[in-house]
């Protein structure tokens, strides 16, 4: 069975950092996108951050432009998202996705997979 399993979530004060880390098990990541969105209560899930594996272009929002930071680790199937200057606002649920062949990076509902979830708290 396809998963992905998330870590790295937690709270922490404004400014600081967080790393989250999302491996695949019983899927490799292939060519295509993979992810990272975020939720807050109330609001819809807004894409973050991606990687286009197949030709080795990065996405960001212009929120996160600076701060954060996508990548992956080939030899332990896992992507990252290395956040820094933490801000409130930066509060939510955070999901990895993968397997995106076509679509836009933004769009959630272009992605197969989807992680169970991290919690990221900033609090002032």
């Known amino acids: 069975q396809v998963r992905l399993v998330e870590s790295g979530g937690g709270s922490v004060q404004t400014g600081g950092s967080l790393r989250l880390s999302c491996a695949g098990s019983?899927?490799?990541?292939?060519?295509?996108?993979a992810a990272w969105f975020r939720q807050a209560p109330g609001k819809e899930r807004e894409g973050v951050a991606a990687?286009?594996?197949?030709?080795?272009?990065?996405y960001y929002a212009d929120s996160v432009k600076g701060r954060f930071t996508i990548s992956r680790d080939i030899t332990k199937n896992t992507i990252y998202l290395q956040m820094n200057s933490l801000k409130p606002e930066d509060t939510a649920m955070y999901y990895c996705?993968?397997?995106?062949?076509?679509?836009?990076?933004?769009?959630?509902?272009?992605?197969?997979?989807w992680g169970q979830g991290t919690q990221v708290t900033v609090s002032s």
């Open positions: 996705a993968a397997e995106n062949a076509r679509g836009s990076w933004y769009l959630p509902q272009m992605y197969k997979y």
């Open positions: 019983g899927y490799t990541y292939s060519s295509n996108k």
């Open positions: 990687l286009w594996f197949g030709v080795g272009s990065t």
